[in-house]
């Protein structure tokens, strides 16, 4: 089976320019988990959802950023505008159907963005 | 103060050395540790699961929490280069997200 599918793999842009990342879930998993990964600050939660809902946003840094979940496979999450600090690794995890807590997490490969 | 310390090393040993990763936490509510592997340019991999206090065993590796301590530990016995990764505590208190360690990477040499 596949894993967690991310894109793109890396992106490079310009400061102001809107970055759109890409999540697929495993087939069979319905929680959805953003992070973002920095040497200085870890890995931190952006939001997470639970059947295409948003259960909690409240480490989205500021409005600039937004996270959808269109349907139970796939989800996206938007910087627009787009700004240098927000550069760093971006994951999207996902955890089975069925399980009562999220401790088992799939991860995918990430997208590496650099805002310059 | 951070919900979840964790040295960020790096911790450099030399292959067949015990490793000993180490993460505190303040938050008592947590019931759930997890240790997950992060080899470089990956996402993390779910590596121990242990709930409550005590030791989990599974190969070369040994998970602990003292809860009293508020103090988890992951041993690796025997070192291989292939063991070279970040490793991530993680815990949470059931129903809710993962709080994660910033991390500890770890370097065997041949």
Redesign the interface.
Known sequence: DAG?IQSPRHEVTEMGQEVTLRCKLISGHNSL?WYRQTMM???E?LI?FNNNVPI?DSGMPEDRFSAKMPNASFSTLKIQPSEPRDSAVY?C?STPEGR???????????TRLTVL | QKEVEQDPGPLSVPEGAIVSLNCTYSNSAFQ?F?WYRQYS??????LM?TYSSGNKEDGRFTAQVDKSSKYISLFIRDSQPSDSATY?C?M?A?????I????TRLQVFP
């Open positions: 967690v988990f600050r870890g890995l939660l997470y909690d994951f995890a009562l807590f999220y401790n088992e997490q799939f991860f995918g490969p990430g | 759930y997890m340019r990956k996402g993390p991999e779910l699961y991530l993680a949470s059931g129903t809710d997200k993962l994660f360690g910033t991390g």
